[in-house]
């Protein structure tokens, strides 16, 4: 358990020298703490060697530490999301630490941030907890504290010599929820105003299946052969009978990135479908995306999408139907004009997906999950941002 007397004094001191008073008060009531830390969070993920250089952080002595975070450093990592699940998992936490006098990722009764995820409802394959908490005797404004926090999470992620003690720029991590509150703490006869946030990133199985379809989907644009042996794709057999893929076959596009937006739109795509509420096709469904996509006050250009699913009376492995579902798509790609495909559309840029597994009764459309019946859906939607 960590020492809270420690703890309170190295914060204090560094809010004497660290606070700028450069912040408007209009501003900062303005400001949700949460947001801005999940915010500042994927900053550091999507451009790590920008904001590492910000913080007068030098990003070559990371990668010198942790030479396998290099290929992360240089070009990102995909943002987090935020799980009401894992928000719930952060709260209650925070309000233990907060009602027992603590500090520490393990609670008073040996539970682990696995533990509590799981208590949610949320079974993770991975988990990281960061906990910071900023002393004070003066008034701090939350958000200002909340930048504070951010700028001491960043520069103990730097500081770390393996890739396992990694945190917000752990690279398979793919979910968080943030607690961020304020309270009194009691060391002796001392008592301390305090800041502190919780922050619990995890990924669960969809997850890690989604981070693997997005970089098998990157692997078919720069490399579809490579792509199609990945797939187990006679490529030799496939140019015998269409002599005409080898074109193709031999065309290298830029990889995709990740983008909230699309995978969030994904996300509703599939959920109508599955419920009935939406027609059983993205392309029918255009409109109704591009409808999202501009409320987002984002501009998408180009925006194809297409799904799959697959109807089981068995439970079937996740990950094996994704990859199905994804060699399909490209097999039908190869034999399409190019404003008709998707993750072969050399005019995108972006990528959402979203893998969308139910079981018998989650989903009410007689027509799209008949009773007893299994589901595994992959949407994927693509689109162009200018950078």
Known sequence: MKNIGRVILIISLFVVVGLSAGIARAEEEACN????LLQMINDARENPEATLKLYGLDPKQMVKRIPAMADNIKNGMAP?????????????????????????????????????????????????????????????EP???????????????????DMAELKILQPGLSDIGISFGTGTIRNGQFVYNYYAAVC?????????????????????????????????????????????????LNTSYPAVLEDEVLVETAQVVGEEILS????????????????????????????????????????????????????????????????ERTMLNPGVNRIGLRVISSSPGEWYSDSNNPSGHYNVMLVLLFAHVAD
């Open 33 to 36: 703490p949460q947001a801005l």
């Open 80 to 140: 987090l999301y935020l799980v009401e699940k894992l928000n719930m998992a952060a709260e209650a936490h925070l309000a233990d630490m907060k009602a027992n006098n603590y500090y520490a990722s393990e609670s008073l009764d040996g539970r682990l941030p696995y533990d509590r995820l799981a208590a949610q409802g949320y079974l993770p394959v991975a988990v990281e907890e960061s906990l910071a908490m900023l002393g004070f005797r003066n008034f701090v």
């Open 143 to 161: 958000c200002q504290a909340a930048r504070i926090i951010f700028s001491n999470m960043l520069r103990d992620e730097w500081a770390q010599t």
């Open 200 to 248: 619990d990133i995890a990924a669960n199985l969809l997850s890690v299946v989604e981070t693997e379809v997005v970089r098998q989907v990157s692997v078919a644009r720069r490399e579809p052969v490579a792509f199609a042996q990945e797939a187990e794709i006679d490529v030799e057999e496939l140019l015998a009978e269409n002599p005409q893929y080898g074109e193709l």
């Open 276 to 339: 009935g509420s939406a027609a059983p096709d993205v392309g029918l469904a255009k409109e109704r995306i591009e409808a999202m996509l501009a409320a987002s006050g984002k501009k998408y250009d180009s925006v194809v999408g297409t799904y799959r699913m697959m109807v089981t009376v068995e439970a079937v492995d996740v990950m094996a139907a994704a990859q199905a579902h994804l060699g399909r798509i490209f097999a039908r790609e190869l034999g399409v004009a190019a404003s």
